[in-house]
């Protein structure tokens, strides 16, 4: 099946890039709040943090030490 | 002489009741001391009964406490034990063929995890972390042929074997097999429905061939896999690598990895006024290994009714002479929301192009819709989704391959 020429270009993408990078300079300089490290810090393919079914609120089961 | 008569007895018995009466003296006497005797006893039963139901109610408070139940010779140490279940019923029509399987949704897969640590002082700390995933008819191992399920799916696999050394001030450094500094910086997503929709949804449905339109099924010799790549940068490999500590929202990385690849990688995260803010980028050489060096970017945005907004985009040079970069991009909308009390909803919409993967002038696009219901008690989150890949290959004439599912998520 024939399909049309994809809407993005390598143009547009490298104007994108350096964009973001500003932006990300910008932005990293106006304040604003911690975000929690799970949003932006791991792999899509992470576990979720939160509660878990028989392991309760913290998601785990963990043996401390005396 | 009557009198005499009459009061003889009386005379006579009068001893005798004399002596009674000290018998019955001498009774009650010993019936005193018996019963004090026996009120002692009881009190003393009391009170061990007292102090019995003190020592229960102190057991029963030290375990219900965090105490541990095993010991070791070393404080401030932990070690966790999690892991998830990740099933889904999926299908897929290739145009000649349609299927259900019952399979493992490799967006996030079935896994458990071992983390251990141990606090040395207030600025060092150390730790291990043993994460391995059991996987059965993958959804990136599924073909519309198969019989049975999967073999090669059927699998205990590494994700990660690593230790990792951490300083407040100076950073953390990670040694074994892991993410390196790239892995997941073209999947930025806040969406809230990463369990089936994402920049890495090629694991949908990754080994279906593309089937030649008119020929009653032949396959093209390409696969989604082929045509689809995130190019998510060196993913996880056997690495050193090193994060700096976090600095206004930024967090720079880089690894040296196995075969001598390397990438440096920057991440942000931040929220203004309920707005969230994620932002990564990376650059990747593996040109020992595969000839190639990659760079990556992805944001996302979520503002504080919901709604948000990602994208991606990455690019792959290759070495191989007469070959175009290969190219990637993604953008998702979505929207979270409380529907129900028993967790959080999240619908999404998606969309995704790729350009010379796997061979000049191949061009790939793929769209989606995902649902996710959470529910918060349960830590299980129930999923839905509807997609479809395109192809464009050079000369040849191809079906489309739609895919869906539902399916389940249970954190343990």
């Known amino acids: ?66 | 002489m009557g009198t005499a008569i009459v009061g003889a007895p009386l005379i006579l018995a009068a001893p005798a009741a004399a002596d009674d009466i000290s018998d019955l003296k001498t009774e009650n006497t010993a019936l005193k001391n018996q019963i004090e005797s026996l009120a002692r006893d009881l009190q003393k039963l009391r009170d061990a009964v007292h102090q019995n139901e003190q020592a229960v109610a102190a057991v029963k408070a030290e375990s219900e406490s965090a105490g541990p139940v095993v010991t070791s010779g070393q404080a401030n140490t932990s070690l966790s034990i999690s892991g998830q279940v990740n099933r889904m019923v999926f299908y897929a029509d290739d145009g000649d063929q349609a299927r259900w399987f019952q399979a493992d949704n490799d967006m996030s897969s079935t896994r458990l995890r071992f983390a251990g640590k141990t606090k040395m002082d207030d600025d060092w700390s150390a730790g291990m972390l043993i994460e391995a995933q059991f996987e059965s008819n993958s959804t990136t191992d599924v073909t519309i042929d198969q019989n049975t399920a999967v073999i090669a799916s059927n699998s205990f696999t590494q994700r990660k074997l690593e230790v990792w050394f951490n300083n407040a001030k100076l950073g953390k450094l990670y040694l074994g097999q892991g993410s390196t500094a790239s892995d997941g910086t073209v999947e930025t997503d806040l969406s809230g429905t990463g369990v089936i929709s994402g920049a890495g949804f090629a694991v949908l449905g990754e080994s279906l061939a593309f089937r030649l339109s008119g020929t009653g099924g032949t396959s093209s010799g390409v696969t989604v896999g082929n045509l689809f790549d995130t190019q998510d940068g060196l993913s996880r490999d056997d690495r050193v690598r090193y994060d700096s500590p976090t600095l206004a929202g930024v967090k720079l990385s880089t690894s040296w990895v196995d075969g001598d690849e390397w990438d440096v990688a920057a991440r942000y995260g931040r929220q203004f006024d309920g707005y969230e803010v994620a932002l990564a980028m990376s650059y990747w050489d593996a040109s020992p290994t595969a000839q190639k060096t990659g760079m990556g970017l992805s944001g996302s945005l979520k503002a504080p009714f919901g709604t948000s907004l990602s994208a991606s985009y990455s690019l792959e040079d290759l070495e191989a002479a007469a070959r175009d970069d290969e190219q990637f991009w993604y953008v998702k909308l979505g929207h979270d929301f409380e529907l129900t009390e028993i967790g959080g909803t999240a619908v999404s919409i998606d969309y995704a192009e790729t350009e010379n993967a796997s061979g000049n002038n191949r061009e790939g696009t793929f769209y989606s819709v995902g649902a996710v219901q959470n529910i918060d008690r349960l830590g299980t989150e129930f999923y839905a989704t509807v997609g479809m890949y395109e192809a464009d290959i050079p000369a040849v004439q191809t079906e489309d391959i739609t895919i869906g599912g539902v399916g389940a998520r249970v954190k343990f």
């Open chain 1, 1 to 66: 099946m024939q399909h049309a020429k994809p809407f993005f270009s390598c143009g547009y993408m490298k104007f994108a890039t350096a964009l973001l990078v500003t932006v990300m300079l910008a932005v990293s300089a106006c304040g604003g709040k911690p975000l929690h490290t799970s949003k932006w810090q791991g792999t899509a393919d992470e576990m979720k943090t939160g509660p878990g079914l028989f392991s309760g609120d913290d998601g785990e089961f963990t043996v401390d030490a005396e």
